[in-house]
């Protein structure tokens, strides 16, 4: 198969003491889809088909000793002799074999598209290198709002696709989120070696989950190898965008570092600013009045110290819980006022480092990393997906909606169970009410462990106010406190924030979207604003598990399509149908009821006061990824 990478060109690798500590140390699947990868020895497929299972499997992956023995002995082989080598790369059938097999259950041949172009099995394409496409005009500018994951992105796919662009950063530095947050234990739910982009899979996490600074330093060392900065313009905020009919082109009004405003004229903006930019205080009475600091998680204070002093956190979700389970140890007390309880999972490797074997296969075994990037992503998105759709003929419980959902459950409820055996009060606070999965799920790293500890209490009877020295609750009791900590998230559902963005007409979109009914085609594009591109917009978020990295990827993609429409027509412009805009929401709200998310018992930042789901796709990554390969004819109008 020509489109899929051979890895057999770096072959043969030298003997070392390194390698024989890779192939001792490294996922045992991945080798096994190396190796079947290089040699096409299918029967090494079926010797290993009825020992691994999926995920969460009730009964875990067990591979005899003897079995991985011969598998290392096999690879080891190929790798530093090259004898066994297969000519060519595998065939679809195979390929999809593989996959299946290494992961524990049928992987459809629907994914292996995808998992060429996002596990990096095919080689890397230029845009402007190919056949046939004409150069880009040399008077047709884009700009980028944002220097996160997906601003990041587009950046990069402009450059490549020969666009002139510039991206304006409110920040002094890449990173976006991971710039931003900060605070004592904070990292990343999703999986290392898939939240990462495609085209540059990183083997150098130091853990399985990245930690906030390992995160960081991917996204600077990914600007570093780009020279992203030469086209960003720091310290910057945009405010307003207005677009011209008549010319085609957006006037956007950016503030300098010295407050100084200043316009600039462009024919395309892609937003990518993102939906967790933005932290939400809470609304509590009193919170301005306290005497000592209070703090948000997502804007932590560089010489904040915490040691010896009585803290209280308020909330649970997963910066809270990230947060409790550092700060613990070095505070005099801590008290975490619960709203309500989250779903936790226990994830053994949540915490793990990458083992020095490990990060050796991933550098230097030819195919590894690719295959296991899509491992990772099997096991924490769309293998997943079930999770989330409700089953019309479950009758189990109204906690559940399904079999699988009920069987997750019972794993998490089990988890809960096991670590709080001697403490019965923290279980009763601790245990959800609602189907897990239907909002967001918290992973353990130290959180269970945390409320453990004498020095810390999970306080649910609700604050009632901000005292100038504590926090009453709503019975009166009063917890003094010399430092608040508000865990209390972002304001997700005003998509646009303090940003103006009017189009034709002078229509305005934050009067359109309102302060939470957020709404467009793909979660990019609404009628009425040609050339404007909201990446990560309503309905796109993959919130069945991880994957954001690869929605804000396939959005560019489509996006550079869109503008490549544009430029070959010579046309001013791309305008989203009012047709597959309405036809489009319409799908995406038929499709909700099915979704574990609407289910009586959810509530969730994935709904609005009115229980509109606006955040989720509702459909798997592949999907998604299926339709945002380019723009569908009669979608869309160009203006010339």
Same mark, same amino acid.
């Given at each position: 198969?020509?489109?899929?990478?051979?890895?057999?060109?770096? +072959?043969?690798?030298?003997?070392?003491?390194?390698?024989?500590?890779?192939?001792?140390?490294?996922?045992?699947?991945?080798?096994?889809?190396?190796?079947?990868?290089?040699?096409?020895?299918? /029967?090494?497929?079926?010797?290993?088909?009825?020992?691994?299972?999926?995920?969460?499997?009730?009964?875990?992956?067990?591979?005899?000793?003897?079995?991985?023995?011969?598998?290392?002995?096999?690879?080891?082989?190929?790798?530093?002799?090259?004898?066994?080598?297969?000519?060519?790369?595998?065939?679809?059938?195979?390929?999809?074999?593989?996959?299946?097999?290494?992961?524990?259950?049928?992987?459809?041949?629907?994914?292996?598209?995808?998992?060429?172009?996002?596990?990096?099995?095919?080689?890397?394409?230029?845009?402007?290198?190919?056949?046939?496409?004409?150069?880009?005009?040399?008077?047709?500018?884009?700009?980028?709002?944002?220097?996160?994951?997906?601003?990041?992105?587009?950046?990069?796919?402009?450059?490549?696709?020969?666009?002139?662009?510039?991206?304006?950063?409110?920040?002094?530095?890449?990173?976006?989120?991971?710039?931003?947050?900060?605070?004592?234990?904070?990292?990343?739910?999703?999986?290392?070696?898939?939240?990462?982009?495609?085209?540059?899979?990183?083997?150098?996490?130091?853990?399985?989950?990245?930690?906030?600074?390992?995160? =960081?330093?991917?996204?600077?060392? %990914?600007?570093?190898?780009?020279?992203?900065?030469?086209?960003?313009?720091?310290?910057?905020? %945009?405010?307003?965008?207005?677009?011209?009919?008549?010319?085609?082109?957006?006037?956007?009004? %950016?503030?300098?570092?010295?407050?100084?405003?200043?316009?600039?004229?462009?024919? /395309?903006?892609?937003?990518?600013?993102?939906? %967790?930019?933005?932290?939400?205080?809470?609304?509590?009475?009193?919170?301005?009045?306290?005497?000592?600091?209070?703090?948000?998680?997502?804007?932590?204070?560089?010489?904040?110290?915490?040691?010896?002093?009585?803290?209280?956190?308020?909330?649970?979700?997963?910066?809270?819980?990230?947060?409790?389970?550092?700060?613990?140890?070095?505070?005099?007390?801590?008290?975490?006022? =619960?709203?309500?309880?989250?779903?936790?999972?226990?994830?053994?490797?949540?915490?793990?480092?990458?083992?020095?074997?490990?990060?050796?296969?991933?550098?230097?075994?030819?195919?590894?990393?690719?295959?296991?990037?899509?491992?990772?992503?099997?096991?924490?998105?769309?293998?997943?997906?079930?999770?989330?759709?409700?089953?019309?003929?479950?009758?189990?419980?109204?906690?559940?909606?399904?079999?699988?959902?009920?069987?997750?459950? =019972?794993?998490?409820?089990?988890?809960?169970?096991?670590?709080?055996?001697?403490?019965?009060?923290?279980?009763?606070?601790?245990?959800?009410?609602?189907?897990?999965?239907?909002?967001?799920?918290?992973?353990?790293?130290?959180?269970?462990?945390? +409320?453990?500890?004498?020095?810390?209490?999970?306080?649910?009877?609700?604050?009632?106010?901000?005292?100038?020295?504590?926090?009453?609750?709503?019975?009166?009791?009063?917890?003094?406190?010399?430092?608040?900590?508000?865990?209390?998230?972002?304001?997700?559902?005003?998509?646009?924030?303090?940003?103006?963005?009017?189009?034709?007409?002078?229509?305005?979109?934050?009067?359109?979207?309102?302060?939470?009914?957020?709404?467009?085609?793909?979660?990019?594009?609404?009628?009425?604003?040609?050339?404007?591109?909201?990446?990560?917009?309503?309905?796109?978020?993959?919130?069945?598990?991880?994957?954001?990295?690869?929605?804000?990827?396939?959005?560019?993609?489509?996006?550079?399509?869109?503008?490549?429409?544009?430029?070959?027509?010579?046309?001013?412009?791309?305008?989203?149908?009012?047709?597959?805009?309405?036809?489009?929401?319409?799908?995406?709200?038929?499709?909700?009821? =099915?979704?574990?998310?609407?289910?009586?018992?959810?509530?969730?930042?994935?709904?609005?006061?009115?229980?509109?789901?606006?955040?989720?796709?509702?459909?798997?990554?592949?999907?998604?990824?299926?339709?945002?390969?380019?723009?569908?004819?009669?979608?869309?109008?160009?203006?010339?």
């Amino acid at each position: 198969m020509s489109q899929v990478l051979n890895p057999a060109a770096s +072959l043969p690798l030298a003997d070392s003491p390194e390698l024989q500590q890779a192939l001792a140390e490294a996922n045992l699947p991945t080798l096994l889809a190396v190796y079947v990868h290089l040699s096409h020895d299918a /029967a090494m497929l079926d010797r290993f088909a009825d020992c691994i299972r999926p995920a969460f499997a009730p009964v875990p992956t067990s591979i005899t000793d003897d079995l991985a023995a011969d598998l290392r002995g096999k690879l080891h082989h190929l790798l530093v002799t090259g004898e066994g080598l297969a000519t060519g790369a595998p065939d679809d059938a195979l390929f999809q074999r593989i996959m299946s097999v290494m992961v524990g259950e049928p992987v459809e041949q629907e994914f292996i598209e995808l998992a060429f172009d996002q596990c990096g099995f095919r080689p890397w394409i230029d845009r402007s290198a190919l056949p046939g496409r004409a150069s880009r005009p040399a008077n047709f500018k884009v700009l980028v709002i944002g220097a996160g994951m997906t601003g990041m992105a587009a950046a990069i796919k402009l450059e490549e696709a020969g666009y002139d662009y510039v991206v304006i950063e409110k920040n002094a530095e890449v990173g976006g989120t991971w710039y931003e947050n900060r605070y004592p234990g904070v990292g990343v739910d999703t999986p290392s070696h898939f939240y990462s982009f495609s085209w540059e899979i990183w083997p150098d996490w130091h853990h399985y989950h990245p930690q906030g600074a390992d995160m =960081q330093r991917y996204m600077v060392e %990914v600007a570093d190898k780009y020279g992203l900065r030469r086209n960003v313009q720091f310290n910057t905020r %945009v405010e307003t965008l207005v677009y011209d009919e008549a010319s085609g082109m957006w006037t956007v009004t %950016v503030r300098r570092p010295d407050g100084r405003t200043e316009d600039l004229v462009v024919n /395309a903006v892609i937003n990518g600013h993102g939906p %967790v930019n933005r932290f939400k205080w809470p609304d509590i009475p009193g919170l301005a009045d306290f005497n000592g600091p209070v703090v948000h998680t997502a804007d932590w204070p560089a010489d904040l110290d915490l040691k010896g002093k009585r803290v209280a956190v308020i909330g649970t979700a997963a910066s809270a819980a990230q947060l409790v389970g550092a700060i613990a140890p070095e505070v005099a007390s801590l008290t975490v006022y =619960q709203r309500t309880p989250h779903w936790v999972i226990h994830n053994p490797e949540i915490a793990d480092e990458v083992s020095a074997g490990m990060q050796w296969a991933l550098r230097n075994i030819p195919g590894f990393k690719e295959w296991f990037r899509f491992k990772v992503y099997w096991a924490a998105a769309d293998g997943l997906f079930a999770n989330v759709l409700q089953d019309p003929a479950w009758v189990g419980n109204d906690l559940a909606v399904s079999e699988l959902n009920e069987m997750t459950r =019972q794993y998490a409820l089990s988890y809960l169970h096991q670590k709080f055996a001697d403490r019965p009060d923290l279980i009763e606070k601790l245990t959800p009410d609602f189907p897990i999965f239907s909002k967001r799920i918290v992973l353990d790293n130290g959180w269970f462990d945390a +409320l453990l500890r004498p020095n810390v209490t999970l306080e649910n009877k609700g604050i009632a106010r901000i005292l100038p020295n504590g926090i009453e609750a709503k019975d009166g009791s009063v917890f003094e406190c010399d430092v608040i900590v508000c865990a209390t998230g972002f304001n997700v559902a005003k998509m646009l924030g303090n940003l103006t963005v009017k189009g034709i007409g002078g229509r305005d979109l934050g009067a359109e979207w309102g302060e939470e009914d957020a709404r467009s085609y793909m979660g990019m594009c609404v009628p009425g604003y040609p050339n404007y591109f909201h990446t990560v917009g309503p309905n796109s978020a993959p919130n069945h598990a991880a994957g954001q990295n690869l929605i804000s990827e396939c959005q560019i993609n489509w996006i550079i399509e869109a503008l490549d429409r544009v430029t070959e027509a010579g046309a001013k412009s791309f305008e989203v149908t009012e047709q597959a805009y309405d036809d489009w929401n319409r799908k995406v709200e038929a499709r909700m009821p =099915q979704m574990i998310w609407s289910h009586p018992r959810a509530s969730s930042y994935y709904m609005n006061s009115k229980r509109r789901i606006f955040l989720s796709w509702p459909w798997r990554l592949v999907d998604f990824f299926n339709e945002t390969r380019a723009p569908a004819e009669g979608s869309y109008v160009l203006h010339r």
